[in-house]
């Protein structure tokens, strides 16, 4: 594998001597690693497929990365897990998994991703609820804003179909298909199409509600069919929404052989929101759509001394001589990381390993080195940096640009690359 400088072309080195003569650049030799590109396949593939999410862990590069740094059986943690991607390679590959997220609709979607339901079930089902469609006398809901993003026609096709799916006695059926209308609801709004945020669209939605919720279902059935065909599943996931951040995390100390996750890679703000994204669905699905309120760096912390990670004090420099109220919400999101980092690195084993998968943002023209601020604060936690590899960004589902400098207008290209950081517990 050949050696590169991380993107260090990005660090604005000429607007701090302090950069020139730091041993930054000799720390940041990291290794390009092409195998793990994955060029041209989708990040979520088969039964990770089911229900869009944003900025997905890859699931080819997940399951390499399980298969080199844990066993058959192991514990595998994944602490911010997203829609699950980790949690169905787990399971490919043998292992034993605990997942937590604080977003209800990932845990959701995670939890139909691993479940197996026999075909004939979820068909006999999907024929119940079109053949009962017409009939039912559905009580719409209210929430807020909702005759702004559906009109009359959109409300009560979707409200007839939820009425229909609450009536399932099975709770995995129940949950497969609210899945699947979720992302019927995303489709039938007025939201624009490919955005994560809520922007609404400029011409409205021609699809039919229950002919696209069939055709879901259809396709979902299918990943889920074909997905337990090929895989013999040994151990059932143990999927949880939970806050890493605040909330008691339900694990025995020294259990864990491998975490491995990609948190976000800033505060929802300024990156991916996914609050946002999942909010419409939760509000039909009568789920708290909170998470946003909750996510890394939501609440603005007065820079200190809390962070084991001289880097990061070294960007903050750069960062608050522009912008001051940007650099303390950069420094909230990393102090919020490191207490999570503080709070679940007892529930890895000694010699068990960390795998990070993180992005290097840029805020104010300064790129953030993501990756080394993890290998200093896990450091500072009696981890050793085994490695650090980087692959090439394609497939996530991501904005293509984003706003750095938060200026209405000026726009930047989000990160190509991302780090997959491995580190290993010492102590």
Request: aromatic residues 10%; contains cysteine; hydrophobic residues 35%.
């Amino acid at each position: 594998m050949e050696e590169v400088y991380s993107d260090i072309g990005l660090f604005d080195l000429k607007s701090s001597n302090e950069l020139l003569t730091h041993d930054l650049l000799q720390r940041k030799v990291v290794n390009r690693d092409e195998s793990l590109d994955f060029g041209g396949i989708r990040a979520g593939e088969g039964v990770n497929s089911i229900h869009a999410y944003p900025a997905m862990f890859h699931s080819r590069l997940v399951r390499q990365l399980i298969g080199s740094y844990s066993a058959e059986s192991d514990y595998v943690l994944d602490p911010f897990m997203g829609s699950g991607v980790s949690a169905v390679e787990s399971g490919v590959m043998g292992r034993k998994f605990v997942g937590f997220d604080i977003n209800p609709l990932a845990v959701l979607i995670a939890k139909v991703r691993t479940t197996p339901i026999k075909k004939d079930i979820l068909f006999n089902t999907l024929e119940n609820i079109n053949r009962q469609y017409y009939d039912v006398m559905p009580n719409p809901p209210v929430f807020p804003n909702i005759n702004f993003w559906f009109t009359p026609e959109r409300i009560m096709s979707i409200s007839k179909i939820i009425t229909l799916i609450d009536s399932i006695d099975d709770e995995d059926v129940q949950r497969f298909y609210k899945v699947t209308l979720s992302e019927t609801i995303r489709a039938v709004s007025q939201t624009k199409p490919n955005e994560f945020k809520l922007v609404r669209r400029k011409k409205p939605c021609q699809l039919d509600t229950i002919k696209l919720f069939t055709i879901n279902s259809f396709k979902n059935i299918k990943f889920l069919d074909d997905y337990y065909k090929l895989n013999k599943i040994t151990h059932d996931p143990d999927i949880q929404l939970v806050n890493t951040l605040t909330d008691d995390i339900p694990l025995e100390d020294n259990s864990i052989s491998l975490l491995i996750t990609s948190p976000p890679y800033g505060d929802s703000q300024t990156t991916v929101a996914y609050g946002q994204f999942s909010r419409l669905s939760l509000q039909w699905l009568n789920l708290p759509y909170d998470s946003d309120k909750k996510s890394l760096g939501c609440k603005r912390i007065t820079i200190n001394s809390g962070v084991s990670s001289p880097t990061l004090y070294m960007i903050l420099s750069l960062v608050s001589k522009q912008d001051l109220n940007r650099s303390m919400h950069v420094f909230s999101f990393y102090y919020d990381i490191f207490q999570c980092m503080k709070r679940i690195i007892s529930k890895i084993k000694i010699g068990g390993y960390i795998v990070f998968v993180v992005g290097n943002r840029t805020v104010k023209g300064t790129q953030l080195p993501t990756d080394i601020i993890c290998v200093e604060m896990l450091g500072s936690l009696g981890c050793s940096h085994m490695e650090t590899r980087v692959r090439l960004i394609g497939n996530k589902r991501m904005p293509s640009k984003n706003s750095p400098t938060n200026i209405t207008g000026e726009k930047a290209p989000t990160m190509k690359y991302e780090y997959v950081v491995v580190c290993k517990r010492n102590r």
